[in-house]
């Protein structure tokens, strides 16, 4: 009997919150679950198995990180994500950071029920333009998820504070 498959998606595979992506992965495949890694940096360092958005869709969706629009800048991975979940599918999506793929987790889980889980990072909650501009969407994307949690105490009070009852 194969562990379910869990798929980490991150902006990179470097610095402080792809590296505990990259941990957590890992930890989980050592307690039997099939894990895969997706980012949409296609100059970061390499890591074995992992998908790599287009290198067009990449840079479109980084160009919007931490703009008014950087919460739909996942529209250019909605697609690709789809693609990649129908090759090989997968049981759970853990956003590291909801910028880029919060959008992508939202569809898969309206058309294919993938259930996602979403780790919030200061870029996500202190983010003027996604945590005031866009809240509503923010707001529809957590509640949509089956879990968020917080990098930090401080963060999760900022985040309680912002969207009360999550």
Same mark, same amino acid.
């Given at each position: 009997?194969?562990?379910?498959? %869990? ?11 792809? &590296? ?8 989980? +495949?050592?307690?039997?679950?099939? @894990? ?8 970061? #360092? =390499?890591?074995?198995?992992?998908? @790599?958005? &287009? ?5 479109? &969706?980084? +160009?919007?990180?931490?703009?008014? +629009? ?18 090989? =599918?997968?049981?759970? %999506? ?9 959008? =992508?987790?939202?569809? %898969? ?33 957590? #509640? ?6 917080? @990098? ?8 309680? #504070? ?5």
């Amino acid at each position: 009997m194969r562990g379910p498959t %869990l798929c980490m998606a991150m902006l990179s595979t470097g610095g402080g919150s792809s &590296t505990l992506a990259i941990s957590l992965g890992e930890e989980l +495949r050592d307690r039997g679950f099939r @894990v895969r890694f997706c980012h949409c940096d296609p100059a970061a #360092r =390499p890591l074995p198995g992992a998908v @790599v958005l &287009t290198a067009e869709d990449a840079l479109h &969706t980084s +160009r919007l990180i931490d703009t008014d +629009r950087g919460i739909v800048g996942g529209i250019d991975a909605c697609g690709q994500m789809l693609a990649i979940h129908t090759a090989e =599918p997968f049981d759970l %999506l853990h956003l590291h950071s909801l910028q880029a793929f919060g959008l =992508p987790a939202w569809f %898969l889980k309206r058309l294919h029920g993938v259930p996602y889980v979403v780790t919030m990072h200061g870029s996500d909650v202190l983010n003027e333009h996604l945590m005031d501009r866009r809240r509503e969407l923010v707001e529809e994307l957590l #509640r949509g998820a089956a879990a968020v949690t917080c @990098v930090s105490a401080h963060l999760a009070e900022e985040l309680a #504070r912002k969207i009360p009852g999550l």
